[in-house]
């Protein structure tokens, strides 16, 4: 049994049978928390996700999520400075950015964090969107545009709503009457 220190998220992923994983690009903690509320809203399906800060992981593991069956991956990140990545997302996305990255198989969304008063408004949301797709993976819900100018926590709560039922349906997942919510 490997120790779970040196375990990658993909053998946790296969080896606890969690099909969501969801990483963050975050600054000042946003986008981080929006990712666990993202994680405690599968328990509706009775799912759980892994929840991952892509600095904490070896980014090319990401090349083997099309071995865990009906994975989706859900990025949720910030765009900052010049339409950057957080520090946390640097190496994720140039690795995603650098195209040797097979995710054919593999479903995804995106939900951006930013500010309409910034020129390179959700850059990095916008990008990722685009390069997960060209990575082979399959957008099953449209990209989120979080604007902290107007209301952000609005525009999450209303994209997430969305979200959720349009995934359990994606992958036929029954909705669990039990759960707290
Ligand atoms: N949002 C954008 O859409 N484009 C930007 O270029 C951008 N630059 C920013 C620079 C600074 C210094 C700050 C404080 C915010 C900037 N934002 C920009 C807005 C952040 O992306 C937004 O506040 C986001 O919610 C932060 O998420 P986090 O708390 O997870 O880091």
């Known amino acids: 049994v490997p120790s779970k220190l040196n375990q990658s998220f993909i053998d946790r992923m296969k080896n606890e049978g969690r099909q969501v994983l969801i990483m963050y690009g975050s600054q000042t903690g946003t986008a981080e928390e929006m990712s666990g509320r993202l994680a405690k809203d599968l328990s509706r399906y009775s799912k759980k996700a892994v929840v991952v800060d892509p600095e904490d992981i070896d980014c ?3 090349n083997r999520l099309s071995e865990v069956e009906d994975a989706l991956l859900v990025l949720c990140i910030a765009t900052y400075g010049e339409g950057d990545p957080t520090d946390n997302a640097v190496t994720l996305v140039e690795y995603l950015n650098g195209g040797d990255c097979d995710l054919s198989g593999v479903r995804f969304a995106v939900f951006g964090l930013g500010n309409k008063t910034y020129e390179h408004f959700n850059e990095i949301g916008k990008q990722m969107d685009k390069q997960l797709e060209k ?11 979080g604007d902290d ?3 952000l926590e609005e525009d999450f709560m209303i994209w997430r709503e969305a979200f959720l039922p349009k995934v359990a349906e994606e992958f036929g997942w029954e909705l669990n009457t039990e759960a707290e919510t």
């Open 149 to 151: 100018d107007a209301n």
């Open 135 to 145: 990575l082979g993976a399959k957008r099953i819900f449209q990209l989120g545009l």
């Open 60 to 62: 090319e593991d990401l």
